[in-house]
């Protein structure tokens, strides 16, 4: 089983920056991805952006490119990955979560994996 728990969501005001964590605990697998979702009020939840944890590579939905960059953090004992988001725009607000799986970019039924979500509000 494995168990992810995001943290750093909060509230900032349009153009600035928010960095987000997902910190992973359990076994996981060769071809393992960590994903980044976002959820609006109203709206169905999203892809937003992935890395695959052996090789670096990464992923971006259009809306986020060049704004939002995702990495990960090998090093440390607690198996971390990073959504840094700058130019943050309005239309950022959502819940985000974090999600693992072995696709790198796929829907919501392709992840097996979630953690609980972050808010994260941007104000005009």
């Known amino acids: 089983q494995v168990q992810l728990v995001e943290s750093g969501g909060g509230l900032v005001q349009a153009g600035g920056s928010l960095r987000l964590s997902c910190a992973f605990s359990?076994?996981?697998?060769?071809?393992?991805?960590v994903a980044w979702f976002r959820q609006a009020p109203g709206k169905e939840r999203e892809f937003v952006t992935s890395?695959?944890?052996?090789?670096?590579?990464?992923?971006?939905a259009d809306s986020v490119k060049g704004r939002f960059t995702i990495s990960r953090d090998r090093d440390n004992a607690e198996r971390t990955v990073y959504l840094q988001m700058n130019s943050l725009k309005p239309e950022d607000t959502a819940v985000y979560y974090c999600?693992?799986?072995?696709?790198?970019?796929?829907?919501?039924?392709?992840?097996?994996?979630w953690g609980q979500g972050a808010q994260v509000t941007v104000s005009s």
């Open positions: 359990g076994r996981t697998f060769f071809t393992w991805v």
């Open positions: 890395i695959t944890w052996s090789g670096g590579s990464t992923y971006y």
């Open positions: 999600a693992g799986g072995s696709r790198p970019v796929g829907g919501v039924d392709d992840y097996t994996y």
